[in-house]
């Protein structure tokens, strides 16, 4: 083990999941962005908890409308995940007519057809902080592709097979741990 240095406040190493939130604008049509402040928590059942960092799109649809989804982010998806987080929805046109989009099940939610893990999410509290705003959420549904419940196939295969990205220190990595890019660079390719 080497001696530890104080180093500047970051999460640099601790590696977070990502997930597209998806929301509706008030003129019907559907945002995503990108995000990893997102977590769980247990309130007699298990919910999410999760921040958002600044003004923005995702954040005036969730106060609005309360419902929402969170999107696991996977390897074949990363790309238009990086748009997503890269691109203000507040600039008409993020969104375009080519990216599969379908309803939740049991909320009025927009969701990325491509995601293998989806939560349906009410924000039932927040706490606004001075920039930031930090929302709990009740989990109404989880919607999963159905080859994930195969118990008869090995966990590590159907883990490997979703291929979920995590990201620290700004960049992306694989599933098994290779650097895929940096923040923003795979949405430019
Ligand atoms: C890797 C990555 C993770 C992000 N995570 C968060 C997050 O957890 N919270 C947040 O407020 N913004 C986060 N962002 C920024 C949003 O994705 C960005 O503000 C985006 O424009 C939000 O979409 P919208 O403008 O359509 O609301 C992240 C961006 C990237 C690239």
């Known amino acids: 083990m080497s001696e530890k240095i104080s180093v500047p406040i ?4 601790c590696p977070q ?31 999410v908890m999760m921040c958002i960092g600044e003004d923005k799109q ?5 106060r609005k409308n309360r419902h929402f989804s969170a999107c696991l982010v996977t390897e074949k ?3 238009l995940a990086d748009y997503l987080g890269n691109s203000d ?3 008409p046109g993020k969104i375009s007519a080519d990216i599969a ?9 927009p969701i990325l057809s491509d995601s293998p893990v989806v939560f349906e999410l009410e924000a039932t509290r927040s706490i606004p902080l001075d920039d930031g705003e930090v929302f709990l959420c009740k989990i109404h549904n989880v919607l999963m592709d159905n080859d994930l419940t195969d118990q008869s196939v090995p966990l590590e295969k159907r883990i490997g097979d979703v291929a979920p990205v995590s990201t620290t220190c700004e960049t992306y990595f694989s599933w ?3 650097a895929i890019g940096g923040w923003g660079e795979l949405a430019e390719k």
């Open 17 to 47: 999941t990502l997930f597209c939130y998806g929301t509706y604008c008030d003129d019907g049509r559907s945002d995503f962005g990108l995000f990893c402040w997102f977590s769980y928590l247990w309130d007699g059942e298990l919910g």
């Open 89 to 91: 929805g507040r600039i």
């Open 101 to 109: 989009v379908e309803k939740g099940r049991k909320l009025d939610v």
């Open 176 to 178: 098994d741990g290779k």
């Open 77 to 79: 998806m990363l790309p």
């Open 10 to 13: 970051s999460n640099d190493f």
């Open 58 to 62: 995702t954040r005036d649809n969730i």
